[in-house]
């Protein structure tokens, strides 16, 4: 066991002092390994990244959110859906619930000034709803709960720069035609950033928002589709869930719930982020392969590059398994060199790229400690064929060759 | 005179290769006995076999038939790996072209058998240094082989050979590389050596010069090993005891 490891230790120090001495082609193998493992890393950091960035915009949302949306059937036959005065009265008679905020959702094309300024989502809702969504008023007010029946409107940011655009200075105050129907604008949102990766897609600016009861009289499908409430501080997600369902079981037996919370959509986005970083990894791993396959290349002309060699330390004692891991040993170290500097440009380039894309930089354990172990694997994995092949070769045909 | 022990051993030993339909005998039925302590030469044209003598007396090749005792061991029908640890133990090799690996120092290439026996580092450059001042390279130990000359190069494979204490010292045409003068100064370390600590060597040459030195003069042709009667250096000893075979094939084989 000593022998061994004396040896393997032997093995090592050389295997570094030939890598310091290297050749070019040693160079250029090395270099594509630290593609390889730079691209794993890129992949994979990135992955991490998205995933982390969109927790973050989850948790903007807050973690207190539900979606209350009606599911599929009926149970008596009797078609049901879910009654504003409810979605309105919960938080009064549901005690977990702060706040909630219906919405009747419609699409539409957006004229002003007689012309077509764009397309967008007319969103029937409460005052609440700007509450729950957190939606900032730049300009006038929001949708108020006094506006019953009242045309008035709150429109996006883009929506209000397209009005702009077509000629009217203050949007506030203006009309606003929507499939027919006239609104006066009666308020203009900040600009919202909005994570794709959020279950319930608000598209603020690009949206006009009337009030839900006007939409109950003007929209083609004018029921309710969600109501996202929020629940109290301090009261578990399940509490709240039950006292949602216990709330619609009476009031309106034949209704079927779903109800998402924010612990279960950040759970089931973890999932799926999850799956992403694999693919990006193994993206990246495809140039890794690339890499082994250039070490195996490099190993194998080097084997044949140095038969003398080999059958000289045969010559003098060395058993097949000492040559075996003198040249795997070799392979591994010069991975680890190639997955080292991999790791360091992988970092230098994801943080460049977040730098662009103004994302947040943060550097993933795996992704360097993988980096590593991936890095000694394909040194192993590659390296074994070439030094087989060299622990076989005939030492006496080795010490004859090439005077 | 003769050793109670024979540090080698060789008894009717065949080496044959198959070429495909053909079966080359390059070994006709060998017989060698080396004791311990002696100086001997091995002379023979290329193509008589004295690789393949070489290889099998080295451990780098096995007899097809005929038995093989090292050092009281008999080693004919033995694994690569324990052949391997045997050479490693019982052989110091020289070679014609010095075969010192080029990329690391003379101290690097002589501690190499000891590493491959598992000696630590720092006992095996004790070692490595102690010999390479006794074949006079102490000042050369930090050197790479291309810094060395032709001479220096084989006193340190000589060192290399010896490191590890065989019981045999196998050098395939020592000199053979070196200008005369420099063949002459390698060839009388050699003879030091075996004077002066009793080392066992077997030179295979073409060189009769170099040949004539030894106090046991071997010939082999075609396959077959015979003795010659000792001359020169070896005048005062008795001749040794040949195999039958070698003493018939005497005369058809002398040119």
């Known amino acids: 066991m000593s022998k061994t490891l004396s040896i393997l230790g032997a093995n090592a120090r050389e295997a570094l002092d030939s890598l310091r001495k290297a050749k070019l082609r040693t160079v250029l193998g090395l270099v594509g390994i630290m593609i390889g493992i730079s691209s794993v890393i890129v992949m994979v950091s990135l992955g991490e990244i998205a995933r982390e960035q969109a927790r973050q915009s989850f948790e903007a949302l807050g973690t207190d959110i539900l979606l209350v949306r009606k599911s599929g059937g009926t149970v008596s036959g009797r078609p049901a859906e879910i009654g504003l005065a409810e979605a309105v009265a919960m938080p009064e008679v549901v005690l977990s619930i702060a706040d909630a905020a219906p919405r009747i959702m419609g699409y539409g094309t957006f004229r002003h000034a007689g012309k077509e300024i764009g397309q967008g989502s007319v969103q029937g809702v409460t005052e609440a709803f700007a509450r729950v969504n957190r939606l900032s008023v730049q300009e006038g007010r929001f949708v108020s709960d006094l506006d019953i029946d009242r045309h008035y409107c709150v429109v996006g940011a883009a929506v209000a720069e397209a009005m702009r655009q077509a000629g009217t200075e203050q949007p506030v105050g203006a009309l606003i035609e929507v499939e027919e129907h006239l609104f006066t604008v009666v308020g203009v949102l900040n600009p919202k950033v909005e994570s794709y990766a959020l279950p319930v897609q608000i598209q603020a600016n690009d949206s006009v928002f009337v009030p839900i009861t006007v939409s109950k009289r003007v929209s083609t499908n004018p029921e309710i589709d969600v109501i996202i409430a929020r629940s109290r501080a301090g009261v578990h997600y399940e509490t709240a869930v039950s006292g949602v369902r216990a709330y619609f079981q009476k009031q309106a037996p034949s209704l079927e719930l779903a109800i998402v919370t924010a612990k279960e959509l950040i759970a089931q986005m973890e999932s799926q982020m999850g799956i992403f970083t694999l693919l990006l990894g193994s993206v990246g791993s495809i140039s890794l392969v690339v890499g082994g396959i250039g070490i195996m290349n490099i190993m194998l002309g080097s084997v044949a590059e140095r038969r003398r060699e080999i059958a000289i330390r045969r010559a003098l004692g060395a058993r097949r398994r000492d040559i075996q891991s003198q040249f795997l040993i070799e392979s591994v170290i010069l991975t680890m060199a190639g997955g080292m500097l991999g790791i360091l440009l992988g970092l230098v380039v994801t943080w460049g790229i977040c730098q662009y894309t103004e994302w947040i930089f943060l550097i993933s354990g795996m992704s360097v400690g993988g980096g590593l172990g991936t890095a000694s694997a394909v040194g192993l994995f590659f390296g074994l064929q070439p030094a087989r092949q060299a622990s076989r070769l005939d030492p006496i045909a080795g010490l004859q060759s090439g005077e | ?255």
């Open chain 2, 1 to 255: 005179m003769k050793a109670t022990q024979n540090t080698l051993s060789l008894t009717d030993v065949c080496r044959s290769y198959r070429i495909g339909p053909v079966t080359a005998e390059v070994l006709r039925g060998v017989n060698l006995e080396i004791g311990s302590g002696d100086l001997m030469s091995i002379m023979g044209p290329s193509g008589s076999g004295k690789t393949t003598l070489m290889n099998i007396v080295g451990l780098l090749d096995r007899p097809s038939s005929g038995t093989h005792v090292l050092d009281g061991h008999d080693v004919s029908g033995l694994e690569d790996d324990m052949l391997s640890t045997l050479r490693n133990e019982y052989i110091g090799f020289v070679f014609q072209a010095f075969h010192l690996l080029p990329r690391l120092t003379a101290l690097e290439n002589v501690c190499l058998p000891l590493v491959y026996r598992g000696v630590g580092r720092a006992e095996a450059i004790r070692r490595a240094q102690a010999i390479l001042g006794r074949v006079g390279m102490a000042d050369r130990s930090h050197h790479q082989p291309s810094q060395l000359s032709g001479g220096q190069k084989q006193r340190v494979a000589i060192a290399r050979a010896l490191v590890g204490n065989p019981v045999l010292l196998l050098a395939d045409e020592p000199t053979g590389a070196l200008d005369a003068e420099t063949a002459q100064e390698v060839m009388a370390l050699l003879l030091q050596l075996n004077a002066e600590q009793g080392v066992t060597i077997l030179i295979i040459t073409h060189d009769s010069s170099v040949a004539r030195q030894c106090t046991r003069q071997l010939r082999i042709d075609d396959g077959k090993l015979l003795e010659l009667p000792g001359q020169d250096r070896g005048a005062d000893r008795p001749p040794r005891p040949l195999a039958d075979d070698g003493i018939r094939d005497q005369g058809a084989a002398a040119p």
